[in-house]
């Protein structure tokens, strides 16, 4: 069978299972099985899948056809263009979380901030951190942006990166620490942040009941679903994202309530707390956040233009 009958009949079968993205779908499965780009497949797209392939190709669009979603059978999603691994033990990095990271990344370079903390360094604390691909590239981008992303070094093959270093004269080290309730997550989330050779530091705890010490940034995407609407989700996200992730309690702002209550015992004063939220849950989130105490109290729209992340300064 060549790529483009298999791509057509793979896209047939997910559109006949009513998959809203069959085309897609079809497509990047045949991408992952097969190694193929657009490029290559335009210039020959009669090229034959290998029986390995084939069978490949046809079992995931069978699993894809239950409803399996596409990251749980190529194990990856990228995010901040970045590579994440991904399973069923966490949440699926999401693409309107990326506003998170780039608010963070905009409330670290601010002028101000940014003399404040050139001596103590950078502390960032994610809570319910899942795949660890909100802390992972906000480290990331971070390092990048002060020289002090390297990467792999070549001549050892070792594990190299510069969190806790800079090359900077005056620039203080930037660290992270990701916390989750699921060691199952945890261990994926220093899966990636091996892959992707940043450093940082991920242990279990229910929210800060284990973490020491005080930070100058804490981000958090906790589950923000009311209990009452998770059976009525999309069944990728009902029956495939681990329930830990979703539900917020019955309102779906008990994660908020619970961390606001502790928070200022974590946060350096003049430091940052920013929220990924529920589209609805701005005014919510933003008034209990100002009677916490926070200054500044802003809300940030994701590019579909619904209210995405709260952040505001203690
Ligand atoms: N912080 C992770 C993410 O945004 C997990 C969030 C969660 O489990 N609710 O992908």
Not at 9 to 30: N, P, S
Not at 100 to 118: C, F, I, N, Q, S
Not at 178 to 203: H, M, P, T, V, W
Not at 278 to 297: K, L, N, P, T
Request: charged share 30%.
């Amino acid at each position: 069978m060549t790529q483009r009958e298999a791509y057509q009949k793979g896209t047939e079968r997910l559109r006949q299972a009513g998959i809203a993205e069959a085309k897609l779908d079809a497509w990047y499965l045949l991408e992952y099985v097969t190694g193929t780009s657009r490029a290559t497949y335009f210039a020959d797209s009669e090229k034959p899948l290998n029986p390995a392939e084939e069978e490949q190709y046809f079992e995931w669009i069978g699993q894809r056809e239950k409803r399996i979603p596409l990251q749980h059978l190529t194990g990856v999603q990228e995010f901040m263009g970045l590579d994440f691994l991904v399973n069923d033990q966490v949440l699926i990095p999401r693409q309107d979380t990326e506003i998170l990271v780039e608010t963070a990344l905009e409330l670290v370079r601010d002028p101000l901030w940014k003399k404040r903390k050139a001596e103590d360094g950078i502390h960032i604390l994610d809570l319910c951190t899942g795949s660890g691909c909100i802390l992972l590239s906000v480290l990331r981008f971070l390092l990048e942006e002060r020289g002090s992303f390297s990467g792999r070094r070549p001549d050892e093959g070792a594990l190299y990166t510069c969190a806790g270093e800079s090359s900077k004269p005056g620039g203080g080290k930037v660290t992270g620490v990701g916390i989750d309730l699921s060691g199952k997550a945890l261990e994926l989330a220093r899966k990636n942040g091996e892959r992707l050779q940043i450093q940082a530091e991920f242990y279990q705890s229910d929210l800060f009941e284990r973490v020491e010490g005080t930070y100058d940034l804490i981000l958090s995407n906790p589950p923000y679903i009311p209990t009452a609407e998770i059976s009525g989700l999309q069944e990728e996200v009902r029956a495939h994202d681990p329930v830990l992730a979703l539900d917020g309690g019955r309102d779906g702002l008990s994660f908020y309530r619970r961390i606001l209550k502790e928070v200022r015992g974590y946060l350096t004063v003049g430091g940052y707390l920013a929220f990924e939220i529920g589209a609805d849950q701005a005014a919510d989130v933003g008034e209990m956040m100002r009677s916490a105490g926070f200054r500044q109290v802003t809300v940030r729209q994701d590019l579909a233009e619904l209210d995405r992340v709260v952040y505001g300064i203690l």
